[in-house]
Nanobody
Framework: QVQLVESGGGLVQAGASLRLSCAAS????????MGWFRQAPGKEREFVAA????????HYADSVKSRFTIYRDNAKNTVYLQMNSLQPEDTAGYYC?????????????????WGQGTQVTVSS
């Protein structure tokens, strides 16, 4: 099994930046992709960004592509999400996820393991 622990969330003003971290432990040798999702109250969990662990190929939701950056530190078994120019609509619980193999990177069902989430709140 894989355990994922997110950190770095908080309460910030619009325009501020945050960096989220996702530390993976356990049997991570088969992990090929890690992603970030977010979920606001009353809404579906939605894709934010993903990265392949071998080649570092990245994918982003259109809504965050120009503002967020996902990157990895394989030696530390950690994936980060750098969030700049945060807006109130970015307010959500942010969840880290990992998978071994799959056909898609943006669907919740493609991922095998999930963290408990970290809250990001952006005020106007």
């Amino acid at each position: 099994q894989v355990q994922l622990v997110e950190s770095g969330g908080g309460l910030v003003q619009a325009g501020a930046s945050l960096r989220l971290s996702c530390a993976a432990s356990g049997r991570t040798f088969s992990t090929s992709l890690m992603g970030w999702f977010r979920q606001a109250p009353g809404k579906e969990r939605e894709f934010v960004a993903a990265i392949t662990l071998s080649g570092g190929r990245t994918h982003y939701a259109d809504s965050v592509k120009s503002r967020f950056t996902i990157y990895r530190d394989n030696a530390k078994n950690t994936v980060y999400l750098q969030m700049n120019s945060l807006q109130p609509e970015d307010t959500a619980g942010y969840y880290c996820a990992s998978r071994s193999v799959g056909s898609y990177y943006s669907q919740v069902q493609e991922y095998d393991y999930w963290g408990q989430g970290t809250q990001v709140t952006v005020s106007s």
